[in-house]
């Protein structure tokens, strides 16, 4: 049996609650669901963030995603994933990801979240800029994320 998979890039926000509505309805082999949704913060000082703009390569970042979602299914006993990812301009409180991973029981849909997440923090193909008060700056790859993803190389 194949698992459903959604992934989707796009601009509009989206809404979390219908999402999980979406992935579970009518679906009785499902135990848990895992969510996680990143969100744009303003931050404080000289360090607030106005907005942040993600760009992506069309196409591209729908299949790299793709493959590491073929990945976790591997990895663990997904029975249902979505993955939604914004690109565009958003500021501080906007919805940016959403990785939903639903399983029979708990611990695989945690697990293939996190691995998801560390993933597209590290290597999916986004640009971030930050917009501050005087500067617009790209965001750099933080070592804390390189970290995190290097737990999951086999």
């Known amino acids: 049996m194949t698992?459903?998979?959604?992934?989707r890039i796009q601009s509009a926000d989206f809404d979390i609650a219908a999402e999980i509505a979406a992935l579970t309805r009518g679906n009785t082999d499902i135990g848990a669901v895992v969510s996680f949704?990143?969100?744009c913060r303003g931050g404080e000082g000289d360090q607030?963030?106005?907005?942040?703009?993600?760009?992506?390569?069309?196409?591209?970042?729908?299949?790299?995603i793709g493959r590491h979602v073929s990945e976790a299914i591997a990895r663990w006993p997904l029975t249902r994933v979505t993955v939604i990812h914004r690109?565009?301009?958003?500021?501080?409180?906007?919805?940016?990801?959403?990785?939903?991973?639903?399983?029979?029981?708990?611990?695989?849909a945690f697990q293939a979240a996190e691995f998801l997440m560390d993933y597209l923090k590290t290597n999916a193909p986004f640009w971030k800029s930050e917009e501050r008060a005087d500067s617009k700056v790209w965001v750099d790859a933080q070592?804390?994320?390189d970290n995190a993803a290097a737990r999951w190389k086999k």
């Open 37 to 39: 949704s990143g969100i």
């Open 48 to 64: 607030a963030i106005a907005a942040m703009t993600l760009e992506h390569y069309p196409g591209m970042a729908e299949a790299e």
């Open 87 to 108: 690109y565009g301009r958003v500021v501080p409180g906007d919805n940016i990801v959403l990785v939903l991973t639903a399983s029979v029981h708990r611990e695989a």
């Open 143 to 145: 070592a804390h994320d």
């Open 3 to 7: 698992t459903p998979v959604t992934i």
